[in-house]
């Protein structure tokens, strides 16, 4: 196990003995884990570098999440939704610029499908069915939602949001907007790995920390150790 996983596991353990309601909603995301099916449409393997930028709440979790999954190369912070003179972390924080934290993932089509990451995006990253919020963060920054590349992106994302809505699979109708990427702004350099950096921090150990526990224990087949 690396450093990371130790520093990951030792402090979920100590976060597990502060709070029962944080245990019950764990254990929650991980029901939610295990009940999401795989995308009904088949992909072909592609076999070269395809991009994905996907938004689920502050983007620290959401970076460590895909950083774990196997087939993804390199996984990046930013903002996406609005325009280039408005993407600082600070601006983006009044919820007034339409950007949303995203992730730019960049991944081998050969090891990993689109549909797969939209699994491990709707399983363990965020809750999709919270409106404008995620955890303790609230506003439209910190919505859910699937920028798309291109028109094959755009039509496997809203296949399988139809999908996991017609199953019932949430207990609450997604609320994932999909949207055409118009522009990825890389965020400052001090959010990038933040959950490496800072792995103690109170809202690390509570919200991103179980992310990377249930990808680990619901989806070994696409978790990778770094």
Known sequence: MTNRA?????????????SLPLM?????????????PPAALVEPAKGHREVAVLAGGCFWGVEAVFEHVKGVSHVESGYSGGT?????????????????????????????????????????????????????????QYRSAIFYANEEQKRIAENYIDQLNQAKVFDRKIVTQ???LKSF????????????????????????????????KQLPELYKEK
């Not at 130790?6 to 502060?18: M, P, T």
């Open 6 to 18: 130790k520093l990951g596991f030792s402090a979920l353990a100590a976060a597990a003995a502060i």
């Open 24 to 36: 019950v909603s764990w254990s929650r995301s991980a029901e939610a884990a295990s009940n999401v």
């Open 84 to 140: 280039e003179d408005t993407a600082q972390y600070y601006t983006v924080a009044s919820g007034a610029t339409g950007h949303a934290e995203s992730v730019r993932i960049t991944y081998d089509s050969s090891q990993i499908t689109y549909g797969q990451l939209l699994k491990v995006f709707f399983a363990v990253a965020h809750d999709p069915t919270e409106m404008n919020r995620q955890g303790p963060d609230t506003g439209t």
């Open 178 to 180: 999909v949207t055409p």
């Open 185 to 216: 702004h890389e965020a400052e350099s001090y959010h990038h790995n933040y959950l490496v950096n800072h792995p103690n921090e109170p809202y690390i150990v509570y919200n991103d920390m179980p992310k990377l526990v249930n990808l680990r």
